[in-house]
């Protein structure tokens, strides 16, 4: 069994505001004994990550603290000779163990970001995999995930309110497609429509069918969830593609 979390955001006056709000609600999950746990993507006031280290230094001793590996969400980064979207995680031991890329930019994103060209498995707790926000829309990328052995599928988004509907559609087809949960963070304010996402399934008569979780207001919520129930329907789905033209 895993504890997985989510932190669901609002936007704050700046990023130490936002940074303090937020370390309180992960302690609170920290004390739970939540394994992993998740924020939304761009949920700073200030998007553009000069040091991850240092931007979220509270994070990675709160994370070390309890032993729990924090996504803490999605974020603009400069490199050597380009800007991406990047997403980075905060180990069980405090340091950050690895990153993923946002593969698929979103309308004007295309201008500003260099995508991202490979998905990537991490493991701490469970092995996981991330899918940043627009990269939802696509099935490959959760695919490759899964084919690559991810357990469960963490997703930090920023989702604008007449978006929610069909994200939430979204979130459910590639958990039922994969045989896999999905935990789908978002910020929520007068633009972004919240209902961070906790979806797990169950199977009822060799019908797969979702439990869906959804989060309100600036709000943290973990659950437990027993990744071996999965394997099997996981390896007979997978087992089911055909190769056609």
Known sequence: MVKLGLVQTRTHDSNEAGITAISKL?????????????????????????????????FKKIAKDHSMTVIPGAFYEKRKNCQVISSPIIGPTGEIIGVQEKIHPFGYE??????????????????????????????????????????VLFSPSRIVRRGIAPWRM???VRALENRIPILAANVQNNRFGGNSLIVDLHENDNVMIPNVLALKGESAKAQKFDLTKYEKSRKGRFSDHQKFT
């Open 110 to 151: 295309r201008g500003l970001i260099k995508p991202g060209t490979k998905t990537k498995v991490f493991r701490t707790a469970c092995k996981f995999g991330i899918i940043i926000c627009y990269d939802m829309v696509f099935s490959d990328v959760a695919q490759s995930l899964v084919k690559k052995g991810a357990q």
């Open 170 to 172: 979204y979130v459910q």
């Open 26 to 58: 992960l302690e609170r999950l920290g004390r739970q004994e939540a394994d992993i746990v998740c924020l939304p993507e761009q949920w700073l006031r200030e998007n553009k990550i000069v040091s991850f280290d240092v931007e979220f230094s509270r």
